[in-house]
């Protein structure tokens, strides 16, 4: 590189030095996947060539995958899953389906539908499926393309149940990370790697997810353990960055919950009510959050830690309880030292919101991202 970087130098050569500056540099995986050195091969019953093996021998034949998002539909937390729709783009580079395009008359071969489907019985496929599955896979489209010089490529839209693993700690201000992961059921790492292809992954922005929005999709590679073998296989993982849409809950939930928590304060200024008065405006706050909770909890799987709206409940529980316990001193000072329960009921004009809204911040704030 230093010599190349020299010789860039000179206005007389710098074509020739930077074409051949470019050739010394060593091509990716996913670049690499895009030609196939191969030469025309015959194959069949009588030809001896086995087509259902991987097609390198000497290595492992490596799939270039990239995955498409059409469309997420039902993410549904307490049932731990999510429907997915989308396209798969597979190729690899098979010499043994490579042909003359002299003798065919074309550059390439493309099946369709139940032809596809018989191509990929006929010849060599990594056997992928996903490993997340819930129901069952539906293909709905599916082409296979075959070049003259024996790269394989195959567009397959599907459509399947996923389960996911949801994070509610941070709920309804959660982000979350579908995933959805491919690996071969036949073929392990040493005979079939999956390499990632950014240029083929992504997602449609035409549809809209109610509840959810998409931040980012990626996908990688990485070696996983089965227990159907003792070798490791390669497993294509694309994860699915989605955020969500917290409004609902923020002004049909939260906002009427805090609501519902000042107006029980309301008893700080009954200075000369009984007790029993008092406490009936703490108990009916009390039941109305109870209320709320079953109402949040129906969205929720039956995690076991607390949400983030399931801490701002029971802080608001807590107070509400707390301002019966108030409220049965002031009771109590009434009879013998009213100015000392007037103070307190003053005092606690201050002190009960600025201990709620202090509670409720340090909450937020400590809540993992």
């Not at 995958?65 to 059409?70: E, K, T, Y």
């Not at 949040?296 to 029971?314: C, H, W």
């Not at 807590?318 to 007037?342: F, K, M, P, W």
């Amino acid at each position: 590189m230093f010599v190349c970087s020299r010789l860039a130098g000179s206005l007389s050569l710098a074509s020739l030095v930077l074409a051949i500056c470019l050739a010394a540099q060593p091509a990716s995986a996913a670049t690499a996947l895009q030609t196939c050195s191969g030469e025309p091969r015959t194959h069949g019953a009588d030809s001896g060539v086995d087509l259902m093996t991987p097609p390198n021998a000497d290595g492992p034949t490596e799939v270039l995958a990239g995955l498409f998002v059409d469309e997420l539909r039902d993410i549904d937390p307490v049932q731990s899953s999510y429907q997915f729709r989308g396209i798969v783009t597979v190729s690899w580079c098979d010499p043994r389906q490579a042909f003359d395009p002299r003798d065919e008359g074309i550059e390439e071969k493309v099946f369709y539908g139940p032809e596809a489907a018989a191509q990929i019985e006929r010849g060599w496929t990594a056997r992928g499926f996903p490993v997340n599955q819930v129901d069952d896979l539906k293909i709905t489209e599916r082409v296979i393309r075959i070049r003259s010089d024996g790269m394989v490529s195959g567009d397959i839209n599907i459509s399947v149940r996923l389960s996911a693993n949801f994070d509610l700690r941070r709920f309804p201000f959660d982000n979350q990370q579908l995933t959805l992961e491919i690996e071969s059921f036949t073929w392990n790492a040493e005979q079939v790697v999956m390499v990632a292809d950014a240029s083929k992954t992504g997602f449609s922005e035409d549809f809209e997810i109610p509840e959810w929005t998409i931040t980012g999709v990626r996908a990688h590679e990485e070696r996983v353990d089965v227990i159907r073998s003792a070798e490791p296989f390669s497993r294509f993982v694309l994860t699915i960055d989605i955020e969500r849409k917290s409004g609902f809950y923020l002004w049909k939930v939260m906002l009427p919950l805090l609501i519902i928590v000042a107006l029980s304060w309301s008893i700080f200024w009954m200075v000369d009510e009984k007790f029993g008065i008092r406490v009936r405006t703490s108990a009916t706050g009390i039941l109305t959050i109870v209320a709320y909770q079953f109402v949040a909890s129906q969205n929720l799987p039956r995690v076991g830690y607390l949400t983030l709206i399931d801490k701002i409940m029971v802080i608001s529980f807590l107070l509400l309880g707390i301002t019966v316990l108030e409220s049965y001193v002031v009771s109590r000072y009434q009879a013998t030292n009213v100015d000392r329960a007037h103070r307190i009921d003053r005092a606690a004009r201050w002190v009960f919101p600025l201990t709620y809204a202090s509670l409720i911040a340090i909450v937020v704030l400590a809540a993992p991202t």
